[in-house]
Each structure stands twice: as structure tokens, then as C-alpha cells.
């Protein structure tokens, strides 16, 4: 696919986008929020359908497009070998029981059956694959591998804040 | 009497806003409408009760608020220059604005001293034969549905182009129509004058973007609106006394604030006041046009019509060619900044308040009525209209040619690269 985007002083920009079949068409974002879609004839040279979307219909077409609402049948088996698995990234939070602890103390692996693929310090500093002996501190965001309903757990009950919520 | 001065311009208003809706049901631009209701009332027309037609009481207020709408009409210019666009726009859209420039601007000049003009009043029929209505091109692109269209880009491009040169032309122009030059010293001097006072805009665009951008750093957008429009205003009103247009003070005053990073907030905050004040500079130019002294200035005004379309159109097939478009896309740049408007009426009253020939007033009328009515219909029909020219020229057997060629040397290279 080839994608060429070019400014229209006064109007918007335009985007003329041509797929792996040889089919063109333009996007027109207009300044005021409007979308235009111009679809081009075999040659390239002429329009022979055009379209006008409002800003907010060409967010929900843009999200139907992207597969954000339905997966088109194709794609499903690779959804099948991720089911369930999930990365989270949580900022743990003030108090938390994990708060001053280190992964080795709590045996995480062990007991919630997930994995802390890295920790962002707070300091922005980052922690990839952190040993046994890393301590976790207020304001630290980690990234957590595993089941979705285990990591669900392990958020639940180390990275929350207890008692008065 | 001034009890009634509300109710005139009120009046005013109301057929203004009937013209502005009328045009908008016919899909054309509005100036041509105001221009044509300007002229049908004034002194001619009938008083109607307590509706007063002839507006020969308000006309004084109402002349006054067309001035405040050239005010914002070139602000908005000169926000909307910027450099910086022009160095992204590439090489084709410079070239191509050049030649637009080139032929039309000669022919402009030819035009006005093969009639016996004189120089000043060459330059502005010049000027008014050259620039392209940015309003009128901008809004048929969107409604003949032509923005995905390859050669719009090059369109858009060449009206930027001829923006920022009318900028400049139009500072350059009044310093010579409004300075009270006599002799070729002073006409040199009033240029200078008016190039220096260019410059120290240029310079303090430069140098004071800094401290432009904390002044007007308010987050109030009613301090904000108050602070641009005393701004405006005041500079406006300071060039005049040194021989500058106001209008050039206030477009000077534009370029100066599109430099800093309020620019988009400012355009935001003008292009009301400038639609509003805009429309009622034209009613207000048709009104002081007495339709009478029309008749003088049609052969003059057909002339210049017919030269207008054929520079333009020869500019935008050679421009358009020269980007490498095909003819018939090419056909379409010509036949599509054809359009004239504010641009040229700003020059034609330039002309007025330099007290120029009288003859410019109902040329310039004549002409943008024709122009924004005929140029919108020429682009609609370009297909036609490159049709016809095709049997004469036979254009599109040398596209098809092009193709070919193209299609036969991709063919060749794909059998390069399966046989190797």
C-alpha cells in the first residue's frame, strides 16, 4: 500500500492512498472536521464515487475499519492462541501491601501463577525481567504477564491500596 | 434623523442578508450579489415609508464599516502569510505560481498601456487582472467535490502563492497611489517610505516573536479579543498618517502576529468579524458605484475578461504540465483560478482613495461581477470545455501516448528484473 499525504493550504490535508491492487482513493480531512472519501477510476485520473462523513462518524467508521468492533473471521485463531492471556501495566498504588516488598519475598510466580516482565521506577528508570531481589516501591508501574483472571487476583490484592478505599 | 441611522443600517442588513442567502441557494459566492444589490439601491431607489432605499443618510456609516472591513480582510492576509508555508511547498507550486504571475501580471500591464492609462492606474488594473479570488477558488473546490483531485493541490498552491505576493505588491502599490507623488524623486521616495516601513514589520516579526508571544499569552478571551483588536486598530489608523493604507498597516500588523504561536487563535477570533465587516465592504462599494457609469467601462471590462481567461488558462496548463500533470487535469488549474473577488475590489478601491482615474470603480465592478460568476461556471463545465479544446488540440492522445510509454517501460523493467 502506498501512502502519499500532502497539505491543502485553506482546506485540510489529503492523504491518496494507493492498495495492493492498484486501486486509489483520497481522504480529505477538512479544517472544520468534515472527511471526504474520493474513489478513483482504473486510470487514476478520475473520481467516480465520492463520500462526506462528520467528524464523528468517521471516528466510528475509522474504529469499524480497525477491527475495533468486529474481528473479521480470518484473524480468529491467532486471537485463539492469546485467549486469556493478558499484559497489564498498573501503577502500584500509595500504601499498597507490595509497597517496600521484593518479587523473591513474595514468591509471585509461585503463589499467583504470573510473571513482572519489567518495572518503570519512578524515576523513569527502567527494569527489564527484574530478579528475585528488586524491591517495589510507591509510584512504580509494572508490567504483568499471565492469565487474565491471575492477574486480575495479583493486582487485587498486592498493587491496591487496602483497607479505606 | 440620527434616530433612523440604526434603522437604515438595519436595513442595510436585512438585504444583505437576503443577497448572502440567496447566493448561498444558487451555490455562488456573495460578493458578486452585494456588489449588484449595492448598486440596485442608493440615491436612485425609492424611500418606502420609513425604509429608506436611498441610504443617503447612513451612507457616510455605513462607507465607514466597509472600511473597518477592509481592515480585517487583509489582517486575515497577512495572518494567513507565512514563509515557512511557502518553504514546505515544494518546488512545483513556486515554479507554477511564478509562471501564473509572470503571464498574467504582463498581460495586466500591457493591458492597462496599450489603453493609455497611465502608470499608477496601469498597476492597479494590473493588480486586479492578476489576483485570484482565495475565497471563491477555496469554497468551488469543496463544493464541485474536486478536493481529492490531483491538480488541487497545485491550485491551492498557487493561490497561496499569489497571496503572499499580493501582499506585498498591494504595500508597494499604496506607497505609490497614496503618497502625493509628483515627480519621479518623490514617487521613489514614497516607495522607499512605504519598502522601509514594510521592513520594520519584517524585522520586528523577527526579533519580537519572543516577547509578542508572552505579551499576548491571555488566557481571557475577552482581554485577548480587546488587546488584537486595539492592536489593529491602532497601527491601522498610525499608518495612514504616514501615506501607508490603513489597510496595509493592518495586513503588515498580520504578518507580524503570524509569526507568533497565538496565530491560529487570532485567525479563529477575525474570520467572524471579517465575514460580517467583509460583506458589508462590498454592499458598501456597490452602493458608491452609480450604475450609469457602467455603460463607459464594459468594452474596457469585456477586454479584460477575455484576457484574463486565456492567461490564466495557458498559466495553469503550463503550470500544470510542468508538474507533470495531464491536460486535462492541467486545463482544470486554469479554468479553475479564473475566479476574481475581494482581492481585486481592494485594489480598485485602492485606486478611489487615491484619487485615481474615476473610470477603475465601475471597471472593477464590471469585471469581478462577471469573473466571480463566470469563473465558478467555467470550472463546473471544465469538462466540457476541455473536451472541446481536445478535438483541436488532440491532448489526450499525447496523455494516452505518455501512458503508454510509462506502461511499456514499467512492463520492460519487471522483465529486467524476472529475467536477471
Redesign the interface.
Known sequence: MDIRE???????C?FEIITKENEKF?I?I?DDGRR?L?Q?DE?H?E?IS?ITFTDSEARKIGAILGGMTYEPKALEKIEMAFDGMIIEWFKVENEAPIIKQTIGQLSIRNSYNVTIIAVLKKNLKKLFTPGPESVIDTGDTLVISGERQEVKKFINELLVRKGGS | MTNHLILEVGTALVLIAIAAVLAGKFKFSIIPFLIILGMVVGPHAPVIGIIDLTFIESKEFIDFLGRIGVLFLLFYLGL?FSVK?LQ??GKNIVVGGSIYIFINFTLGLLYGLINGFPLQETLIIAGIITFSS?AIV?KV??DL?R????E??LI??I??FEDIVLAVYLSIVSGLVLGSATSLMSTIFSIVISLGYILLFFVIARVGTKFLNKILNIASSEIFIIVIFAALFFIAGLSETIHVAEAIGALLLGLVFSETEHSDRIEHLVVPFRDFFGAIFFFSFGLSIEPATLGGAVWLTLGAVAITIIGNFVAGLIAGRKADL?Y??SSNIGLTIVSRGEFSIILANLAVMGNLMPVIKPFSALYVLILAILGPLLTKESKIIYTGLDKIFKWSEKDKKK?MMKQSFVQKEQNQTQSS
Not at chain 1, 500532502?6 to 485540510?12: F, V
Open positions: 500532502s497539505e491543502l493550504p485553506g482546506i485540510g489529503k483520497v480529505v477538512h471526504e474520493y478513483f486510470d485520473e473520481t465520492n | 494567513e508555508k514546505r511547498s482565495s477555496a473546490l469543496v467535490k478536493t481529492g483531485n490531483k488541487t493541490e491551492l498552491g493561490i497561496m495531464s486535462k487535469a501512458k
